[in-house]
């Protein structure tokens, strides 16, 4: 259990369409990243989050963008969706040492 | 991109029997992560070893790391049937961002 919520578990959109996934965690780390992992892959890095600030960018286009609140949950959105953005989404929290500590992730279908 | 490649891609061994897979990077890191990941779900840290380091043990698990060959490997000894799972090293760089990335995966199969 790593204190970690990310909603919803499961979304399906349609192309074109804009999304919003969440993510929390029970100790309000002031350092949140999120990753994209399509089917039969590694993890992707997107972005990351510090103190409600961009701190880092993946490859990934400024239509993925993302949020960070002063409780320290955050949100990742994403605009005109296209097919090959279907995968899991992952957020992880960094623990004092640098590991991660991941969510079960939002699983997204785009159709 | 992927930053690093786990070796072999997939692996089915008999429970009791020790399993190793490898990794290997390309850049340089400050520390290098192996995580464990069940079918569809988040993914759960096992272990880190940092660049100076040759040598980390944990329960079952034991990890070197060779930053001359920019590798790693992983060995999980008396595997059990819960060791199934996809395996993935991560790298560390230095550039403060704390930018993990990670590898393509072994997937593990324990057969009872």
């Known amino acids: 259990e790593t204190g970690v919520t990310q909603s919803p578990t499961h979304l399906i959109k349609t192309r074109g369409q804009q999304v919003t996934l969440r993510c929390s965690s029970q100790?309000?780390?002031?350092?949140v990243s999120w990753y994209q992992q399509a089917l039969g892959q590694g993890p992707q890095f997107i972005f990351q989050?510090?103190?409600?600030?961009?701190?880092g960018r993946g490859n990934f286009p400024p239509r993925f963008s993302g949020l960070q609140f002063p409780n320290y949950s955050s949100e990742l959105n994403v605009n005109a969706l296209e097919l090959d953005d279907s995968a899991l989404y992952l957020c992880?929290?960094?623990?004092?040492?640098?590991?991660?500590?991941f969510g079960e992730g939002s699983r997204l279908t785009v159709l | 991109s992927q930053q690093g490649e786990e070796d072999p891609q997939a692996l089915s061994i008999q429970e009791g029997e020790n399993a190793t897979m490898n990794c290997s990077y390309k850049?340089?890191?400050?520390?290098l992560q192996w995580y464990r990941q069940n079918s569809g779900r988040g993914l759960v840290h096992l272990i880190l070893?940092?660049?100076?380091?040759r040598e980390k043990h944990s329960g079952r698990l034991r990890v070197t790391l060779d930053t001359s060959k920019k590798s790693s490997s992983l060995l999980i000894t008396a595997s059990r049937a819960a060791d199934t799972a996809s395996y993935f090293c991560?790298?560390?760089?230095?550039?403060?961002?704390?930018?993990?990335?990670f590898g393509t995966g072994t997937r593990l199969k324990v057969l009872a």
């Open positions: 100790s309000g780390h002031n350092t």
């Open positions: 991560a790298t560390g760089n230095t550039s403060g961002t704390y930018k993990y990335i």
């Open positions: 989050y510090y103190r409600e600030e961009e701190n």
């Open positions: 070893i940092r660049s100076n380091e």
């Open positions: 992880a929290i960094q623990g004092w040492t640098g590991e991660l500590f």
């Open positions: 850049t340089s890191i400050n520390n």
